[in-house]
């Protein structure tokens, strides 16, 4: 059984940076092409990013291109968020998983950027 923990959110004031950080217990996803996706309150879980299994070609939401950066150490089976040039609209929870979504999803972390 997968385990993700997402951690690294927080308040931010609009233009502010976070950087969040996905561990993966129970398996290895260094074989996977991983993602981030997020949900508003009210709102369908979205995708924003995704980077492939040797870190050489990464997608982004037109939403988040130029301000977000994932990126991820497969020895640490880690994948990394980090979000730049803030806006309120980016305040949602923010989880990552396969980029099929393989695996059950853990808490997230939540992410509010006040105006």
């Known amino acids: 059984q997968v385990q993700l923990v997402e951690s690294g959110g927080g308040l931010v004031q609009t233009g502010g940076s976070l950087r969040l950080s996905c561990a993966a217990s129970?398996?290895?996803?260094?074989?996977?092409?991983m993602g981030w996706f997020r949900q508003a309150p009210g709102n369908e879980r979205e995708f924003v990013a995704a980077?492939?299994?040797?870190?050489?070609?990464?997608s982004y939401a037109d939403f988040v291109k130029g301000r977000f950066t994932i990126s991820r150490d497969s020895a640490k089976n880690t994948v990394y968020l980090q979000m730049n040039s803030l806006k309120p609209e980016d305040t949602a929870i923010y989880y990552c998983n396969t980029r099929s979504s393989l695996w059950h999803w853990g808490q997230g972390t939540q992410v509010t950027v006040s105006s």
């Open positions: 129970g398996r290895t996803f260094s074989t996977y092409t």
């Open positions: 980077i492939s299994w040797s870190a050489g070609s990464t």
